[in-house]
């Protein structure tokens, strides 16, 4: 079980979403970087991790100690808690987006599509073992 965010959970958590069906489907035919960004309470790093989508397969991934100044058109961030409640499924990823307790980023004319797929990979965080 590896701790979250850090290498390890990234490695698993790109295996969990390179075998989910939802997720090769709702990524067919794009090819997107997406940077998640965990802000921590109280430090001025916030964790984080960037992934590499084209054509329905994650194909590259990097881990930040602190992602706070990476840039990515599409992001995804919030405080750890949420991350932590999604990953032990006390909230669901739709809730979580429209509480606002996890937030969404991209050009305009991609957003509709990108929330759809946020909730995907929102989802798959549940399917990864975490120590937290």
Same mark, same amino acid.
């Given at each position: 079980?590896?701790?979250?965010?850090?290498?390890?959970?990234?490695? $698993? %958590?790109?295996?969990?979403?390179?075998?989910?069906?939802? #997720?090769? @489907?709702?990524?067919? +035919?794009?090819?997107?970087?997406? =940077?998640?960004?965990?802000?921590?309470? +109280?430090?001025?790093?916030?964790?984080? #991790? =960037?992934?590499?989508?084209?054509?329905?397969?994650?194909?590259?991934?990097? %881990?930040?100690?602190?992602?706070?100044?990476?840039?990515?058109? %599409?992001?995804?961030? +919030?405080? @750890?808690?949420?991350? =932590?409640?999604?990953?032990?499924?006390?909230?669901?990823?739709?809730?979580?987006? &429209?509480? &606002?307790?996890?937030?969404?980023?991209? $050009?305009?004319?991609? =957003? +509709?599509? #990108?929330?759809?797929?946020?909730?995907?990979?929102?989802?798959?965080?549940?399917?990864?073992?975490?120590?937290?």
């Amino acid at each position: 079980m590896a701790v979250f965010p850090s290498p390890e959970w990234l490695d $698993n %958590y790109v295996e969990a979403l390179n075998s989910d069906p939802e #997720f090769s @489907r709702s990524t067919k +035919g794009w090819v997107w970087v997406i =940077l998640f960004i965990v802000e921590e309470d +109280g430090s001025k790093h916030s964790p984080g #991790f =960037l992934i590499e989508i084209a054509d329905g397969v994650c194909r590259g991934h990097k %881990y930040y100690v602190d992602a706070g100044s990476v840039n990515s058109p %599409y992001r995804i961030w +919030g405080p @750890r808690q949420a991350w =932590l409640d999604l990953i032990q499924g006390r909230i669901d990823p739709t809730k979580a987006l &429209g509480q &606002g307790r996890i937030h969404v980023s991209a $050009n305009q004319a991609t =957003l +509709g599509r #990108f929330v759809e797929t946020a909730k995907t990979l929102l989802s798959c965080l549940a399917a990864v073992q975490s120590d937290t």
